[in-house]
């Protein structure tokens, strides 16, 4: 007997499962069987590796869609501190939409950049550009190169904003 996966999370069902346990997709016939080279297939494939993407990736409900004007309004009531829970949500948020289920989270990307005297955020920024271009299939990309840049000039803001405009761009794509 042939295993069969979810198409759309990769979970491994069993034959008279209508709904799948993991992600909720309701199938309409259960045989689907996931390919050989299909990712799911391979333990510790990611989500978006390479640019591609394989149905939804495993969202739990934490990853939402934010206004990015209100959030830089928060940002400036709050005299900065809505920026920290910001950086917090779409580090994780990103995280979760490219399955990276070992990455640094965003309390321990402010804990670190505030025990390296900002030296974290340097790397931080250019990884979220690289995260962005991962979320938006761009492979040649150096949006990394971008946040760097704009990180040093004291604009982490805008990377915020533009990685924020990424994730929303990714759920207006899935739902």
């Not at 992600?23 to 259960?30: E, L």
Request: proline share 4%.
């Amino acid at each position: 007997m042939a295993m069969k996966y979810c198409p759309n999370c990769g979970n491994q069902i069993e034959n008279n499962t209508k709904f799948c346990p993991n992600c909720g997709t309701q199938f309409a016939d259960v045989t689907t069987v996931v390919p050989p080279n299909h990712p799911y297939n391979n333990a510790g494939t990611q989500f978006a590796a390479g640019g591609a993407s394989y149905g939804k990736p495993p969202i739990d409900g934490s990853v939402k869609k934010r206004g990015i004007v209100s959030a830089l309004i928060f940002s400036l009531i709050t005299c900065g501190l809505y920026v920290i829970y910001w950086i917090i949500k779409v580090t994780n948020e990103m995280n979760t939409l490219l399955n990276r289920k070992n990455a640094t989270g965003g309390f321990m990307t402010i804990i670190f950049t505030i025990l390296t005297c900002g030296l974290y955020g340097f790397y931080w920024a250019y990884k979220l550009g690289d995260n962005v271009d991962l979320l938006k299939g761009n492979r040649s990309g150096n949006t990394g190169i971008l946040f760097l840049v704009v990180y040093i000039f004291g604009f982490g803001i805008i990377n915020v904003a533009l990685a924020q405009d990424a994730i929303n761009d990714k759920l207006d794509g899935i739902y």
